[in-house]
C-alpha cells in the first residue's frame, strides 16, 4: 500500500515553553559604547515578536501543535479525498495582505498556503473562546483554519503575525459534531 494514503495518527498538542529572553546588556556598556560611537548590534524582530508570541501563549496554557507533523496528516488526508489543503482566513480581516501573504507562502511553502476567502464553516465555541483571548492579548494576530474538500474534515486553526511569520496551530476539532 502507498505509504501516504495510510490513516494516520492525529498530531498530539503540546505545550508552549518559550525560549529564555535573549539578555540585555548593562546599561553601563551601553553608556560607554555608545558615548565612543560604537553601533549595537540590533535584535532580530521577528525573533522578539516570537519570543513575545510563545511568553504570551505559555501565560495562557494554551497548547500548540507541530507545524510539520499537522501539514504530514492534512496532506495524507486531502490526497485521499484527491484534493489538496490550504489555511482559509477565519473572517475577513484575518486575511493578510499579499506581500505578507506571499512572503509566507514562499517561506513555507509545504505548510498550506493562505488563502483570501474566509472559511465557511461552523468553529466550536470553545475555539472561539481562545480566539478572542488570543486577540486580545496578541491584536496582531491573524487566525486561520485548514480547509480542503472532504466530507468530514478536521480542522486545525493557527494564528500568525505578520511581525513574527511564525505559524501557531494551537486547536482542532472533528467534524462533524465539534468534538476532539
Do not use: C
Request: proline share 12%; no cysteine; aromatic share 10%.
Amino acid at each position: 500500500m502507498l505509504g501516504f494514503l495510510t490513516t494516520a495518527a492525529r498530531p498530539a498538542p503540546r505545550r508552549v515553553v518559550p525560549p529564555p529572553a535573549p539578555p540585555a546588556l548593562p546599561p553601563d556598556y551601553v553608556a560607554l559604547a555608545t558615548g565612543l560611537g560604537l553601533r549595537l548590534p540590533q535584535p532580530n524582530p521577528r525573533l522578539a515578536a516570537a519570543h513575545a508570541e510563545a511568553t504570551a501563549l505559555a501565560e495562557m496554557g494554551v497548547t500548540t501543535f507541530d507545524l510539520a507533523a499537522v501539514d504530514r496528516y492534512l496532506t495524507r488526508l486531502a490526497r485521499k479525498e484527491g484534493s489538496r489543503w490550504a489555511w482559509a482566513p477565519l473572517r475577513p480581516r484575518d486575511a493578510i495582505v499579499e506581500g505578507s501573504r506571499r512572503e509566507y507562502n514562499s517561506r513555507v511553502p509545504f505548510h498550506g498556503e493562505l488563502e483570501t476567502e474566509p472559511y465557511t464553516h461552523l468553529v466550536p465555541g470553545r475555539v472561539l473562546a481562545v480566539v478572542r483571548d488570543i486577540g486580545e492579548r496578541l491584536p496582531a494576530a491573524h487566525f486561520y483554519v485548514s480547509d480542503y474538500r472532504a466530507a468530514d474534515p478536521d480542522p486545525f486553526i493557527m494564528f500568525i503575525t505578520t511581525a513574527a511569520l511564525y505559524t501557531w496551530v494551537f486547536d482542532v476539532w472533528d467534524e462533524p459534531g465539534f468534538t476532539g
